[in-house]
């Protein structure tokens, strides 16, 4: 059984937006509720990288190149995580997993998010 479920990535237009979701599938509630979750991404030939941090206080923080466009959120009894994407570039291209920030555990299969130049 996975870690984690991601979903809601596709191919969109420059400009457009997109809803992600990743679903803590073997985190039980009293580990997640506490847990710092985070958005991650990784483009081709290059390395994964931090997107979006969401802390049990739902303090939120968010790399540079994403800020202003994409918000993350999470939904506690759910056990789940919300990557919403806005005003998307082709450079957003990627695909992206969440994971627990700073205590990864084994990564999900992600979802692929497209952005054509």
């Known amino acids: 059984q996975v870690h984690f479920v991601e979903s809601g990535g596709g191919l969109v237009q420059p400009g457009g937006s997109l809803r992600l979701s990743c679903r803590a599938s073997r985190m039980i509630t009293s580990t997640f509720n506490p847990a710092n979750m985070a958005w991650y991404r990784q483009a081709p030939g290059k390395q994964r990288e931090l997107v979006a941090t969401i802390t049990r206080d739902r303090v939120t923080n968010y790399a540079d190149s994403v800020k202003d466009r994409f918000t993350i959120s999470r939904d506690n009894a759910k056990k789940t995580v919300y990557l919403q994407m806005n005003s998307l570039k082709p450079e957003d291209t990627a695909v992206y997993y969440c994971?627990?920030?700073?205590?990864?555990?084994?990564w999900g299969q992600g979802t692929q998010v497209t952005v054509p130049s």
């Open positions: 994971n627990v920030e700073g205590d990864p555990r084994p």
